[in-house]
T-cell receptor
Framework: GAVVSQHPSWVICKSGTSVKIECRSL??????MFWYRQFPKQSLMLMAT?????????EQGVEKDKFLINHASLTLSTLTVTSAHPEDSSFYIC????????????FGEGSWLTVV | GESVGLHLPTLSVQEGDNSIINCAYS??????FIWYKQESGKGPQFIID?????DKRQGQRVTVLLNKTVKHLSLQIAATQPGDSAVYFC???????????FGGGTRLMVKP
C-alpha cells in the first residue's frame, strides 16, 4: 500500500514555543490530507482538512490561528502548533487519500507532542 | 498526568478463538466504512473496508458485516492471534470530501 510519513515521531517542547509536524505522501500525490489528534484512550478527532494550494478547512472548535496548516505541495502538509501549552500535548496523526485506489485513506505513524 | 477521557471497551479472547468487534454509526448517508487497527503509539492501520452496496466482505482472517437498517458494522477476526491485540476503530465516510469520522474504538486483548 501507499506510504504516509510523519516527522518528527516524538517531540518535546517548552510551553510557549511553536512546533511543526510534517506529513508526507512518499509514493503518491495527495491533493487532500487530514489532520487528527488523539488523546490517551480516546478515538481520533478530526482537526482539519488540508487542501493543496488553498486554505485548510477546520473543524468546529479547532483554533485555526493556533494550529496552522500549510499544504504547499502535493506531497507535503505541515501542522504548526503555535504557542504550545501542556494541554496541547497529544498524539497528532495525518492521513492522505489516494485517488488511484478509489480514495483509500492511508495514515501516517503519528507524532507524539509533549509540551512541558 | 494522563487526560481524563473515555475508557475504551475491552474485548478479551483466548488465542485461537474468533473475535467479533461491533460498531454503530450515526450517519445514514455514509456510503463507505473502514476498520482500522491501532497498536500502542502508532498510527491507524487499514484492515478492511466495505461500501454501502454490500453487506459482507471478506479478507484474510477478517470479515466485515454491514447492516444498514440498524446502522451497525462488525469486524470478525478468525483464529485470533496475540498479534491481533490492539485497538480497533470503525470509520465512516460521510461523503464530505473523503473525511472520515471515527467511532470510539474497542481494545482487543488476546490471551495466550
Amino acid at each position: 500500500g501507499a506510504v504516509v510519513s510523519q516527522h518528527p515521531s516524538w517531540v518535546i517542547c517548552k510551553s510557549g514555543t511553536s512546533v511543526k509536524i510534517e506529513c508526507r505522501s512518499l509514493d503518491f500525490q495527495a491533493t487532500t490530507m487530514f489532520w487528527y489528534r488523539q488523546f490517551p484512550k480516546q478515538s481520533l478527532m478530526l482537526m482539519a482538512t488540508s487542501n493543496e494550494g488553498s486554505k485548510a478547512t477546520y473543524e468546529q472548535g479547532v483554533e485555526k490561528d493556533k494550529f496552522l496548516i500549510n499544504h504547499a505541495s502535493l506531497t507535503l502538509s505541515t501542522l504548526t502548533v503555535t504557542s504550545a501549552h501542556p494541554e496541547d500535548s497529544s498524539f497528532y496523526i495525518c492521513s492522505a487519500s489516494l485517488a488511484a485506489e478509489g480514495n483509500t485513506i492511508y495514515f501516517g505513524e503519528g507524532s507524539w507532542l509533549t509540551v512541558v | 498526568g494522563e487526560s481524563v477521557g473515555l475508557h475504551l471497551p475491552t474485548l478479551s479472547v483466548q488465542e485461537g478463538d474468533n473475535s467479533i468487534i461491533n460498531c454503530a454509526y450515526s450517519n445514514s448517508a455514509s456510503d463507505y466504512f473502514i476498520w482500522y487497527k491501532q497498536e500502542s503509539g502508532k498510527g491507524p492501520q487499514f484492515i478492511i473496508d466495505i461500501r454501502s452496496n454490500m453487506d459482507k466482505r471478506q479478507g484474510q482472517r477478517v470479515t466485515v458485516l454491514l447492516n444498514k437498517t440498524v446502522k451497525h458494522l462488525s469486524l470478525q477476526i478468525a483464529a485470533t492471534q496475540p498479534g491481533d491485540s490492539a485497538v480497533y476503530f470503525c470509520a465512516e465516510n460521510n461523503n464530505a470530501g473523503n473525511m472520515l469520522t471515527f467511532g470510539g474504538g474497542t481494545r482487543l486483548m488476546v490471551k495466550p
